[in-house]
Structure formats: C-alpha cells, structure tokens
C-alpha cells in the first residue's frame, strides 16, 4: 500500500523550514509536522484579538489524535501538552513528558495537520526548595525530548520562594521556548491571586531580564470533574492582567472545566488570555462517559459515572475499568488514576471503537475552537508570525522596565513580607 499523499502549501513548506525550534529539527529531521513555540501560539491568539486557544492535556493517545483532527477543521493553532503529575516521573498516564512530542509528530504526520501546536511541559511543579536541584538536571530532558513550552509552577511556595525559583531555573529554559509563569494555585474560591501578588511575580522576574509568555492565576477555578462554587471571576481576571500590561504578558486560564460557554467567551473578549487548560473533560469523553455543557461528567443517582452505549470504549472494557476503580478505592476525580494501567487495553481496542473515541473528542474540542474560544482560523496568523519573523524564535513581547538592584534576593524577601495574600489550602491541585 502505497503512503498518504498530502498537498502542502509553500508558505507551509517555508514554515516547516524555518519554525520548527533546534530540539524538533533535530528529532524529527524529515517531518512535516509544524511543531512550534509556544510563543507562536500566544502570539497567533493576540493578533487576532479577543481570542484562546486550547491548551488539551493529552492524558492517553486518542485525545492526541482528537484534538489535532479538532485543529485541522478549525484552521486553528493549539496546544497539546502534559501536567508533571500526569506526565513526569511518578505519572499516572502513559504519555508523558518524554513521549508526547513524538506521539503528536507521528499523528501529525499520518494525518497531514497542517496547523502550528507547540508541545507544552505544563505545572512543572516546585512543591519545596528542595525539588529545584533535581529540576536543574530533569527540565532540559524534556526539551530533549520535544517539549517546546513549559509552566514553572512555584505557586505552592510563598510568594517570594516562587519568584526565586523561577528566577533560578529560567536559565534551563531555551530562550525560543513559550514559558508560563503561575501565583497562586488553582483551587476555586480558596486562596484567590490578587494584583498584588501578580504584579511582585512579574516585576520581580522582568528586573532579571525574564519576560513570561503567560501567568496562571487561581482566579476561582478548580481543576477536575466538579463544578466549582465560584467559577472563573472574569473581573478580577480582566482587573489583574490590566495592571500588567505593561509587561505584556498573557493570561494562562486552567480549570475551564465546570464553566459554562459565556463565561469561557467572557475570558477570551475581556481579558488577554490566550491558553485555557483543558484536562479531565477530554479523558471522560474519550471514554465515552456523558457530559454536560460545561464538560463535566454526570453523575447518576447512585453517584456513578454515566457510560454512553454508543461512545468511547467498549462496554466490556468500562466494566473493567469500574471494577478496577472500585477495587482500588477510586472515586470522582481520582478515576484519572486509571490512565496508566488502560493505556494499552485502550489501544487494543478495534481501529471502529478507537475511531469513535478520538471522533468524541474531536467534536468537543472543535465545538470549543471555534464557538466559544474564538480560535477559528488562526493557523494562518501563526503561520504568518514565523515567516514575517524569518525564524523560530520570535523574542519577548515585553522590555526591560523594573531595576535589578530593586529586586536582589533580601529585597524581594523584604517586599514579600509585606504581601497580604491568601494561599488556601494544601492540596493536590497540580492539573
């Protein structure tokens, strides 16, 4: 049988060429797929305003494959990315850091997708002082490996800890690379980010000479299955990322599941949010559980799951899944925990029962791109960004404002003391 034959346009053949970062070339010599810098997607989302585009934790293969068939009808530019707890050294999925670069390549690759994704290391988490000797040797593996972005996620520390952390490890980052930036952790209405603490994270790394992509706030999403209290506070969203326009940095929104479509559009027309997580809504849906409009998954009046009879996988291997979840105590959001052990079975599934779950997902995610996230048709302006550029890396948004010798180490120790902030409580809130 003869190979696919795809007809790629010039200016996708000059991209190709000239966007794909140092690490993709050289792991991919011969592709043709358009793996770019996160900057390339921030940048695609800012020219055509008011817009956001996902940012999909590809938890098993089949969202991979869902989410890129998503982007190509949409002609938008995405992210594909994995959480350091989903993906890192102690995962609990079988895609991870190290494999999702070559995993989105290959689907790519067998589908002609045409449209730029940039391959993001989300909540790269920093839980204690300790963790940033092993991140020095563990975060240049994995743009070994494919990564093109990443998220230094600090936000569990103190406000002066997360400063200093990030401080240290930007050096690790290449300087083509999407970088995000977070205060706060994402935990609803607990620990709320306020402009204040914002602004200390950004004035304090752009006095180092860093100027972050994006910044993720606990703007009153949680991440999982259950609808949060409060929900995203676009105003206080829009009221943080006015104060920081200066500094021209982007918005990064996690936990947009258990938000409804007008406040996921407010984000995008209102504020300068260009990424929005997307986690546990594409791993239901790719299993074929039901969801509401909000993508979170219904429960029935026992407190189970709903398996839909036609969708996802098939009903024999859900009971095995259930019977595994119940057997190891698995409830709620912890059903993620079965990412890893069904990988393998998922994929052993007929080609007819692993079309439909990627067809699951793609539907959701194009319906996101294109109704609600306002990310229809910047492929183009993606594309045009790196040919106007003549090169892969497009350089920081934002300049130098803040003065170093206002931000050594005892002064931004000094600054933080005076911060009033409301961390919230501990948890597991790293996806």
Not at 137 to 145: K, L, Y
Not at 337 to 361: D, H, S, T, Y
Request: glycine share 8%; net charge negative; proline share 4%.
């Amino acid at each position: 049988m003869s190979a696919k034959k795809f007809n790629y346009s010039d200016d996708f053949l000059k991209a190709i060429e000239i966007g794909r970062p140092p690490n993709i070339k050289r792991l991919f010599p011969n592709s043709k797929a358009l793996i770019v810098s996160g900057k390339v997607i921030d940048r695609a989302m800012l020219a055509k305003g008011r817009s956001m585009t996902i940012a999909a934790n590809a938890r098993n293969h089949i969202i991979v494959r869902g989410v890129l068939a998503a982007a190509q009808r949409a002609n938008a530019a995405v992210i594909i990315e994995i959480a350091r707890s989903e993906g890192g050294a102690n995962a609990y999925c079988a895609t991870n850091y190290w494999n999702l670069a070559r995993q989105v390549d290959a689907v790519a690759n067998e589908l002609g997708i045409t449209v730029p994704v940039a391959i993001h290391a989300d909540h790269y988490g920093i839980k204690k002082e300790s963790d940033i000797g092993p991140a020095k040797v563990e975060i240049p593996t994995i743009f070994d490996a494919g990564m093109t972005s990443i998220a230094i996620d600090a936000s569990h520390l103190p406000d002066d800890k997360n400063l200093l952390a990030n401080i240290e490890l930007f050096p690790l980052i290449p300087e083509w690379a999407g970088y995000e930036t977070e205060v706060g952790e994402i935990k609803g209405k607990e620990g709320l980010s306020t402009v204040e603490e914002a602004l200390f994270l950004i004035k304090g790394l752009n006095a180092h000479g860093i100027f972050p992509d994006w910044i993720a706030l606990n703007n009153g999403t949680t991440h999982g299955i259950e609808k949060s209290s409060q929900g995203i506070q676009v105003d206080l969203t829009a009221e943080i990322h006015e104060a920081l326009r200066p500094y021209k940095v982007s918005g990064a929104q996690h936990g947009t599941s258990g938000n409804n479509s007008e406040r996921l559009r407010a984000i995008a027309e209102k504020t300068r949010t260009t990424k929005a997580n997307v986690a546990t809504a594409l791993q239901m849906i790719s299993w074929g559980v039901k969801v509401d409009e909000f993508g979170n998954a219904v429960m029935d009046d026992n407190g189970e799951f709903i398996k839909i009879e036609d969708q996802g996988v098939t009903g024999e291997l859900w009971t095995e899944m259930t019977e595994y979840a119940k057997a190891h105590g698995l409830k709620g959001g912890n059903y993620k925990k079965l990412n890893l052990p069904f990988e393998n079975k998922i994929m052993g599934q007929p080609r007819q029962i692993r079309e439909r779950m990627a067809r699951g997902v793609e539907e959701f995610v194009y319906a996101l791109l294109v109704n609600v996230f306002n990310a229809k048709d910047t492929a183009p302006l993606a594309m045009d960004i790196i040919l106007k550029a003549g090169s892969y890396d497009l350089g920081p948004k934002g300049g130098k404002i803040e003065e170093i010798n206002d931000w050594t180490p005892e002064r931004i120790r000094e600054k933080a003391s005076l911060i009033e902030s409301d961390k919230g409580p501990h948890g597991d809130f790293d996806d």
